[in-house]
């Protein structure tokens, strides 16, 4: 089964790096240094934060489909992200040593099957959610907080 594991466009997050910590207020974010690792996954390079490192909580909207399933929700972005993460048929060791939800989508926003599952078995759920012909893409979301974590695409 040929996908793409990507994370959220850094171009989207730009503006806000850097910004004091009142104008982060304004935008509804904040500023948080990782002190452990795992624990701050960033969701532009599908990496986890080394202690010490600059991240900033916000909103994101990771289904903006005009369907029901609309959601968003709490995400990391490291400060220092130069680039947008984008894998093919490789998934991230982040999303490897998590307990996942795995939402199968169509084109319209509309869920078509989920399942939770240990990261290491991510492969097997993307290949079968994928012989559905019906969904398009996945989310998977971090289950134990219910973060939005990547997106995955047929190749």
Known sequence: MDYVV???????????FGLDDAALRAHGAVRVR?????????RITLEDAAPGESLLLLH???????TPYRSGGPIFVREAALATARLRNVVPPQQRDRLLSVRGYDGDGWM?????????????????????PRIAYLH?????????????DRG
Do not use: M
């Not at 990782?34 to 960033?42: I, N």
């Open 34 to 42: 990782a002190d452990a690792t795992p624990g701050f996954p960033c």
């Open 112 to 132: 078509h099957d989920a399942d939770v599952v240990e990261g290491t078995r991510l492969e097997a759920t993307i290949e079968r959610l994928f012989a559905d």
């Open 60 to 66: 994101w909207t990771h289904q903006p489909a005009g």
């Open 6 to 16: 990507s994370g959220l466009p850094l171009a989207a997050f730009q503006p806000l």
């Open 140 to 152: 998977a979301h971090n289950a134990r907080r219910g973060c939005y974590a990547c997106r995955i």
